[in-house]
């Protein structure tokens, strides 16, 4: 906590050893309350999520956190901060350990194509008329990849790097980076967020194909738009996907 740089976020900080899931813990917190900027970190989940209740393996070692926002924006710009989240992690990675970071569309962070870590925004519901936001940020950080199950196409930094690294300092760094962006989403600028997000992106202008439901889109992945969505042409037409049951995959 000595090394926030932050004005609100992670101010108010809880360390658990262990946790069933950071995010439903904070969700408790938003219920009583919980200030603007409130970090729950827990060593290790016991029923970490992603989406779609699938499971996050969260193992000792990693970074398992939950923030809380009540952001001065309205509904729609709030489901946006996943993309914040994206791009603040996305940085974090590449600024402190000079790694080659990816996002893959809606929210998987990715380093050689497999998965480094994952985000999780939820729509906390509306306490005290302010518009409460979870964030849920996992980062495989200091353990092997081959702790988790064998199918996981996962990969952690110390994997990459060949040693541990600071998870005081990873945390501090990536709850300043999210700040700046929160902030320069309240003051509008949703371009920026968009321009810094795609510059990440996978697949970005490529041939890309999309399952969705079973069925399979090929096209290419233009961008995104304000609301998230995928934009894909094909063969001149666009067509427009939400972050649902959808899966993206480059060719
Ligand atoms: P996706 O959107 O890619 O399905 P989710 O955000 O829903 O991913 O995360 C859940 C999925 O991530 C799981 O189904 C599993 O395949 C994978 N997964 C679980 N734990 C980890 C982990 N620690 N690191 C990377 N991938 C994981």
Known sequence: QQEL??????RQ??????????????????RQGGEHGTVVIAKRQTIGHGRMQRVWE?????????????????????????LS??????????DLYRLEVRIKWPNDIVI??????????????????????????????????????????AITLQDILGHEVNLNHLTAELLFNLEKEVQSLEQGDVQGLIQRWTSFAVGINRPVRIEKAGISYGGIFKGIRENGELVLDQEGQEITFSSGEVSLRAE
């Not at 900080?13 to 938003?30: G, Q």
């Not at 989240?85 to 590449?94: D, I, K």
């Open 13 to 30: 900080l809880f360390l658990f050893e262990e946790l069933p899931s950071t995010n439903d813990r904070i969700k408790d917190m938003a």
């Open 5 to 10: 740089r932050t004005q609100a976020l992670g």
């Open 85 to 94: 989240a994206g791009v603040a992690l996305a940085q974090t990675l590449q």
């Open 112 to 153: 050689q194509g497999r998965k480094i870590a994952g985000i999780l925004g939820e729509v906390a519901g509306e306490w005290n008329t302010v518009q409460t936001l979870i964030l849920g940020i996992g980062v495989n950080a200091n353990f092997s990849g081959q702790t988790l199950s064998p199918k996981i196409p």
């Open 58 to 82: 969260s193992p000792d070692g990693g970074l398992w956190l939950s923030l809380l926002l009540k952001p001065r924006l309205s509904l729609g710009d709030a489901a946006k901060l996943t």
